[in-house]
């Protein structure tokens, strides 16, 4: 069960002050879900993807780091990462699509950009690629309009992404200060667990960032080493 700070000050603030002075409870509290890696169960799924659907921010583990994940669009959950990780407008988010299908929904994929992507996905890629009507803009490079999508290879990433039917907007959960992602979902939930809605504990992840390839110029040009194998593309 997880502990609540602010239920704790409420019940000492009652013995205190007694009924008639209660003060004000906060159920702002993360939850921590835990699910199983390899065979996530539906009805945690669907919880899941409940919160994100209504609104939530949640902190899930992929192929490579934990992540913040919520609805596509979300304006104010882009608000509350941007708060979190104090970043600014210049920051870029990430597409997390099911498969190559979805990817060209969001982006214009030329051919020889198709078959690089399919031969690295599923994967701990990221890709840089010139996005479509369909991504709001306020999630594009506000310069290039490009947007970076990635297809991860996690089961229960598939199974989030399976019922809703569309991409979760990523970003990884790295906090100021911080040189690696979280990776630890109590450590999580100490840190920023009255900010955000779920932490889903799924086991160990690894501390390295997705790769990240920009196909948007032409040709391919890595933006960062990280997890991924990229040797043959540098």
């Known amino acids: 069960m997880v502990a609540n700070d602010s239920l704790i000050g409420r019940v000492f603030a009652i013995g205190i002050l007694g009924a008639a002075e209660r003060l004000p409870y906060n159920p702002r509290v993360a939850r921590l879900i835990e699910i199983h890696a390899t065979d996530p169960q539906p009805r945690l799924v669907a919880s899941i993807v409940q919160i994100i659907r209504s609104g939530g921010l949640i ?37 997390v699509c099911s498969d190559l299908s979805e990817i060209s929904s969001y982006a214009r994929v030329d051919n020889w950009a198709y078959r690089l ?18 991504v709001p803009k306020r999630l594009q490079n506000p310069k290039r309009r490009t947007i970076g999508l990635r297809v991860p290879d996690h089961p229960l990433v598939h199974a989030m992404l399976d019922s809703p039917g569309e991409p979760i907007m990523s970003s990884t959960l790295l906090l100021p200060g911080d040189d690696t992602p979280l990776t630890d979902p109590i450590e999580i939930e100490g840190r920023i667990g009255s900010q955000i809605e779920a932490i889903i504990d799924a086991g160990p992840t690894g501390i390295e960032p997705t790769s990240v390839i920009d196909l948007s110029g032409g040709t391919a040009e890595v933006l960062r080493v990280g997890r991924a194998h990229v040797g043959s593309l540098i």
């Open 59 to 95: 902190a899930y583990p992929t192929d490579s780091s934990y992540a913040f994940g919520c609805h596509i669009g979300d304006n104010r959950a882009i608000d509350r990462i941007h708060r979190i990780r104090r970043t600014d407008k210049k920051h870029n988010f990430t597409l």
């Open 117 to 134: 992507v399919k031969s690295l996905t599923p994967g701990p890629y990221t890709f840089i690629l010139e996005a479509t009507r369909e």
